[in-house]
């Protein structure tokens, strides 16, 4: 049995970010008779684009009409799979759940990329290098196949699903003997081809996403809700991430109600992936434009404008200039449009560290600083944009950094859990003090002595 010329498995782990996009972690190839000095290398932090996959990987391996593909399809997979199943901290492990996978990589050279992006791109695009085409689900449907060393062809093998199963190790188990079953037959057919064993989408094993709460709490809803809509705006220097946005119009209320008063206006705007379009991008100032047109509640229809400022320090950007401008319609009982209005910050810290993006699950913004009479019309009402997240500056990986949130440190909550235990505290201190200030008698009779005798004379 001759060893096969040329035979590439990558193992990608597509991680998908709710707030990123797909990634994959990570790919190794390896050929048995020559080495891969010819591939690219990559650095550890670097992440390979589809086409660069597969121009620079896939292609040089597989293109050749003395090579055939064998494409190994998962639903899901990811690199926990294999820190759970492939008994990693094992020194002699045989691989775990993926004894066949591990057995083919110590085999042959290989090389490692670190992070694939989008492979299932990469595939796609790949079938446009055979003629033939194969698609089958198990070892006996390749061995009805006519399958010829003498000409190059494309067999995709759709693997059983694994994170639908209570029992995942035994699926990944299944699905490894399933590869090494077809890779056995092949090497006695001595065919030559090149192999990539991918999902087609991420598993759940460290599914990055910056999510917080109003307020700090002790345990944490796994059923919140985290869709939304992610805008990668500015040729990818901009990265906003939005779920919802609602609007708040009050108009001629008094001083004192300003904040209780219902508003006359709530509308909850369309988000889509346009809405950040309009962002603008250089290299220390991010102008981040979150526009709603042609927006409608009850019998009004009108356009929403709001814009950010960001400016980039040496180890910090700031966010600044909250400017909001409403339009209406020409027969809308709003008789002043709303223009160039600075929004308050209620409070909020918008100075965040260089390396991190901002986040904040309700971002409530006041019309509070109005300084045209006109618009005293508008006091009281507000913005609100819900699980919203922004990066402007030093994008990574093609994902968020780890976020600053907009929850203050020292919230209500704690002020008052701190307030009622310094006040227990000092009751506490003081009570102490005074027992340990107590005087008591320190002179008693000795029975063994002579009896202590007070005279008091009488008057």
Not at 237 to 247: P, S, T
């Amino acid at each position: 049995m001759t060893m096969l010329n040329n035979l590439l498995l990558v193992v990608i782990i597509a991680v998908k970010c709710v707030f990123a996009s797909d990634a994959s972690i990570p790919a190794l190839l390896w050929s048995p008779e020559r080495s891969m000095a010819h591939l690219p290398e990559v650095m550890a932090h670097e992440t390979v684009n589809a086409d660069t996959f597969l121009n620079n990987y896939l292609d040089p391996l597989m293109k050749s009409s003395q090579n055939s593909a064998v494409i190994f399809l998962q639903d899901k997979l990811h690199v926990d799979d294999f820190t759970k199943f492939a008994d990693v901290y094992s020194v002699d492990s045989d691989g775990g759940a993926f004894k066949n996978v591990k057995q083919l990589m110590e085999d042959h050279f290989s090389l490692e990329l670190p992070q694939v992006l989008n492979p299932d791109d990469a595939v796609e695009k790949l079938k446009s290098f055979f003629k033939k085409i194969h698609t089958v689900s198990s070892i006996k449907d390749v061995e009805n196949l006519n399958l010829s060393g003498d000409e190059s062809f494309l067999l995709i093998v759709n693997l059983e699903p694994v994170h639908s199963q209570s029992d995942q190790e035994k699926a990944l188990k299944q699905n490894d003997e399933t590869i090494g079953a077809i890779s056995h037959h092949l090497q006695k057919r001595r065919i030559n081809y090149s192999a990539l064993y991918t999902a087609l989408s991420a598993g759940k094993g460290l599914n990055e996403h910056v999510e917080s709460y109003a307020n700090r709490h002790l345990m944490a809803d796994a059923s919140a809700n985290n869709n939304g809509t992610f805008m990668n705006v500015s040729d990818g220097n901009i990265y906003v991430f939005l779920r919802g946005a609602k609007l708040c119009l009050k108009k001629g209320k008094e001083n004192d109600h300003i904040y209780t008063d219902p508003c006359d206006l709530n509308a909850t705007l369309d988000v889509n992936d346009n809405t950040a379009s309009f962002s603008e991008w250089t290299n220390n100032t991010a102008n981040i434009v979150l526009f709603f047109p042609n927006q409608t509640f009850e019998n009004e229809t009108f356009n929403v404008h709001f814009s950010i400022l960001a400016q980039k320090k040496i180890d910090k950007w700031i966010m600044e200039q909250l400017v909001l401008n409403i339009t209406f319609g020409p027969k809308s009982a709003y008789n002043t449009s709303l223009e160039n209005a600075t929004l308050s910050k209620d409070s909020q810290d918008l100075t965040i560290s260089v390396l991190y993006s901002y986040h904040c699950t309700e971002m409530k913004m006041y019309l509070d600083y109005i300084h045209d009479k006109e618009l005293e019309f508008y006091k009281g009402s507000y913005l609100l944009l819900d699980g919203f997240q922004v990066q402007p500056f030093n994008i990574q990986h093609d994902r968020f950094s780890y976020a600053q949130d907009c929850v203050p440190y020292f919230t209500t909550p704690i002020w008052m859990a701190l307030f009622s235990s310094s006040f227990l505290l000092l009751i506490l201190y003081f009570g102490t003090i005074m027992v340990l200030n107590l005087s008591i008698m320190d002179r008693y009779d000795d029975p063994k002595g002579k009896t202590i005798v007070v005279n008091a004379g009488a008057e």
